[in-house]
């Protein structure tokens, strides 16, 4: 069974290493955008606080309704 599985440790490494970079890189993306382009970064952020409070309204309107049974 263990032999089957042999090397996935290093492959494991690997995700979590592109994943720390791809954090990395989105962050500095952001951050660029945001000193190049203020306005259309405050719209983009703006637009997605609003559809994601929308989202999380529903989701917690849903619980609410499921506890109440």
Do not use: P
Not at 25 to 33: G, H, K, P, R, S
Not at 53 to 60: I, K, L, P, R
């Amino acid at each position: 069974m263990h032999e089957k599985h042999r090397g996935h440790e290093s492959m494991h490494a690997e995700m979590v290493l592109i994943l720390i970079v791809t954090l990395v890189v989105a962050q500095l993306l952001l951050v660029q955008w945001r000193k190049r382009h203020f306005r259309s970064y405050q719209v983009h952020i703006c637009c997605n606080l609003l559809v994601m409070c929308e989202s999380f309204e529903c989701d917690v309107g849903v619980l609410v309704d499921i506890y109440e049974l």
